[in-house]
């Protein structure tokens, strides 16, 4: 049974960092799909961070440069470091996964993904 807990959300004030953290269990993690999430109240759910089976990386234009993604194969987790925290950073962030290769272009759709976890909330305000 998939199973995907989040951790690491919390309040931060606009400029500071957060790292989240994505435990995976109930799978081969290194032959899936990951990636990061967000939905903010009102709005749709949109990609910000993935990385498929083979290490390849995407980004959503609103983070690159201040967010990270990262893996531990070994510990089966995957991270998000975010730094230069804003505002319109606020959103539920949710944990992803898809047991493959996703290409490129489709990493950061979440129609892409079929697990899913509970998700964190991150709160940026002054």
């Known amino acids: 049974q998939v199973q995907l807990v989040e951790s690491g959300g919390g309040s931060v004030q606009p400029g500071g960092s957060l790292r989240l953290s994505c435990a995976a269990s109930g799978f081969t993690y290194s032959r899936f799909s990951m990636g990061w999430f967000r939905q903010a109240p009102g709005k749709e759910r949109e990609g910000v961070a993935a990385?498929?089976?083979?290490?390849?990386?995407q980004y959503a234009d609103s983070v690159k440069g201040r967010f990270a993604v990262s893996q531990d194969n070994a510990k089966n987790t995957l991270y998000l470091q975010m730094n230069s925290l804003v505002p319109e950073d606020t959103a539920m962030y949710y944990c992803?996964?898809?047991?493959?290769?996703?290409?490129?272009?489709?990493?950061?759709?979440?129609?892409?993904?079929?697990?899913w976890g509970q998700g964190t909330q991150v709160t940026v305000s002054s």
């Open positions: 990385i498929n089976s083979e290490g390849t990386i």
């Open positions: 992803a996964a898809r047991a493959e290769r996703l290409s490129w272009w489709s990493l950061l759709l979440q129609t892409s993904y079929n697990y």
